[in-house]
């Protein structure tokens, strides 16, 4: 059971380069996040999805784009990368917003460190 | 704006003892409030969590305590063992979206 597979582990980049971190879920999830952690920082959103087809901003979402075209895929894309843009992203999903706090639990992946110089 | 606070970076704690970890917030509307733990090159992984018309909840050696009053919350691990050495993510539920804490670092000395 693979949970939460985030795509690639790691990557170096230059500036002005684009990519595509992409996050595979087999729990069926319906929602699905984006993340960046920094020194000091804690767990930022980026953006995230309520569902197939949608997706929302979140606290920090300029300079990135997402995608989910399948239940269970989403992508996060960086169309031209700035050193600012370097951290550690993690994805994760959750089964669905409802009153059971159970249903609300995040599941993370392993992350991807992504270097831009 | 950070909304949920970790104001100590770091805990050593000699192993047996209890851990206190602390967490603040500022929303009032927040729903639910959660624990995540977090080996080095892993992904976050739930503890705990707590609703915001509690204020304690209890699984095995781990305990979280909620002061609406004062929007606090703590983590207490009894005992504390070696393979608790981890960073401790305070989180906070509202609406579609999880607002984290910048984590501490707990370190259980053997």
């Known amino acids: 059971n693979a949970g939460v597979t985030q795509t690639p582990k790691f990557r170096v980049l230059k500036t002005g380069q684009s990519m595509t971190l992409l996050c595979a879920q087999d729990m069926n999830h319906e929602y699905m996040y984006w993340y960046r952690q920094d020194p000091g920082m804690g767990l930022r959103l980026i953006h995230y999805?309520?569902?197939?087809?949608?997706?929302a901003k979140g606290e920090v979402p300029d300079g990135y784009n997402v995608s989910r075209l399948k239940k269970q895929n989403f992508l996060l894309g960086l169309e031209s990368a700035a050193p600012s843009q370097t951290s550690v992203y993690f994805c994760?999903?959750?089964?669905?917003?409802?009153?059971?706090?159970?249903?609300?639990?995040?599941?993370f992946g392993a992350g991807t460190r992504l270097s831009v110089l | 704006d950070q909304q949920v606070k970790q104001n100590s970076p770091s805990l050593s704690v000699q192993e047996g003892r209890i851990s206190i970890l602390n967490c603040d917030y500022t929303n009032s509307m927040f729903d639910y409030f959660l624990w995540y733990k977090k080996y080095p090159a892993e992904g976050p992984t739930f503890l705990i969590s707590?609703?915001?018309?509690?204020d304690k909840n209890e699984d095995g050696r781990f305990t979280v305590f909620l002061n609406k009053s004062a929007k606090h919350l703590s983590l207490h691990i009894v005992p504390s063992q070696p393979g608790d050495s981890a960073v401790y993510f305070c989180a906070a539920f509202r609406g579609n979206q999880f607002y984290f804490g910048t984590g501490t670092s707990l370190t259980v000395i053997p």
């Open positions: 999805s309520v569902g197939e087809g949608t997706t």
């Open positions: 707590i609703s915001s018309i509690k």
């Open positions: 994760a999903s959750s089964p669905g917003q409802s009153k059971s706090l159970a249903k609300n639990i995040q599941y």
